[in-house]
């Protein structure tokens, strides 16, 4: 995708830059963009959206950034995946069946705007942010490690090594920040449709939501949550 890139001879910028866009590239959380954007559509509200979507950046960059600097050992945290797993399963369970739910209503469904629901949707998307970066830490292909190994390789000042350790952390964090400005232009949107567009959407978000929820709570192993 990127070529052939000398990683001796490249500039520190353009090897930062082009091992965090294939870090961004990761396979094993391609479920990731489901859930998001399934989620997004059953709140459709754009200030919501926004406050979701910085929680769940600011978590994941926080988190990575720490685990990148070599603060803190990814491997410490595996414990805690179990605890995540049920957490985001059963909130999946439930914004899914809210979703089903919302289309027995005569009227077009509402997106979820009750300021309680908010700060649960919150605290879920904080929740993600944590598991999905300790997920695809473990399954980088060692892409990390092999940056550390780049800095390493150089004589940088410690400003220089964590602002490369920040370049590295914006492209690996690429994926997410278009995903997000996509879903929050595209699904703030569906407030204009007509009822039937917004009725097939929150039946195609319930639904997509359940069967992940169904995943993550029974067969784990099928998204790389084992």
């Not at 929050?184 to 069967?211: D, P, W, Y």
Request: net charge neutral; hydrophobic share 55%; glycine share 8%.
């Amino acid at each position: 995708l990127l070529g052939t890139i000398n990683l001796n001879n490249a500039p520190l910028a353009l090897s930062s830059l082009s091992i965090g866009l294939l870090d961004a590239l990761n396979p094993c959380t391609t479920w990731v963009v489901v859930y998001i954007l399934a989620l997004f559509v059953l709140v459709r509200e754009q200030k919501n959206l926004i406050l979701l979507a910085a929680a769940f950046l600011i978590t994941y960059g926080i988190v990575y950034y720490i685990v990148l600097a070599g603060w803190l050992n990814p491997l410490s945290l595996l414990g805690y995946l179990s605890i995540c797993r049920w957490i985001l399963g059963l909130g999946a369970l439930g914004v899914g069946a809210y979703g089903l739910i919302s289309l027995k209503k005569s009227t077009p469904p509402t997106g979820i705007a009750n300021p309680t629901a908010i700060k649960a949707l919150i605290f879920l998307l904080i929740t993600f942010a944590f598991s999905v970066t300790i997920l695809e830490y473990i399954c980088s292909s060692g892409l990390p490690d092999l940056f550390e190994r780049v800095l390493a390789s150089q004589t940088l000042s410690p400003i220089d090594i964590h602002l490369y350790q920040f370049l590295y952390l914006l492209a690996a964090m690429s994926g997410y920040l278009l995903v997000f400005a996509i879903s929050i232009s595209g699904v703030s949107a569906l407030t204009q449709a007509g009822e039937k567009n917004i009725r097939l959407a929150h039946m195609l978000a319930g639904a997509l939501l359940l069967f992940l929820a169904l995943m993550l709570l029974v067969f784990p192993s099928a998204l790389q949550f084992a």
